[in-house]
């Protein structure tokens, strides 16, 4: 089981840090990664991490959002800055196993979505 939280309200240029916290004892075997989906959008990918701590991200995102995990405490972050109004969002934190994907098909567990919405 995901759960996500951390999103909410925040003006252009502001940050928000979401927080995925998975119950399960394997957690530092899967690779983690948050997705978004805006109003009549696809789901597209905007971070992975895998279990090596290899980090990817969306070209969208790069430089401006940071993807970790603490695998002691069983949770993946995100840290958000420099939030544009396009990131307006519901993110899903996701979990695999084996290698990292781009295409939200290929992920195997998903929890509920949090809204991140930026205001301009």
């Known amino acids: 089981q995901l759960q996500a939280s951390g999103g909410g309200l925040v003006q252009a240029g502001g940050s928000l840090r979401l927080s995925c916290a998975a119950s399960?004892?394997?957690?530092?075997?899967?690779?983690m990664g948050w997705f978004r989906q805006a109003p009549g959008k696809e789901r597209d990918v905007v971070a992975g991490?895998?279990?090596?701590?290899?980090?990817y991200y969306s070209n969208s995102v790069k430089g401006r959002f940071t993807i970790s995990r603490d695998n002691a405490e069983n949770t993946v972050l995100l840290q958000m800055n420099s939030l544009r109004p396009e990131d307006t969002a519901v993110y899903y934190c996701?979990?695999?196993?084996?290698?990292?994907?781009?295409?939200?098909?290929?992920?195997?567990?998903w929890g509920k979505g949090t809204q991140v919405t930026v205001s301009s």
């Open positions: 399960t004892r394997t957690f530092s075997t899967y690779t």
């Open positions: 991490i895998t279990r090596d701590n290899i980090k």
């Open positions: 996701a979990a695999k196993t084996g290698v990292y994907s781009g295409s939200h098909q290929r992920w195997d567990y």
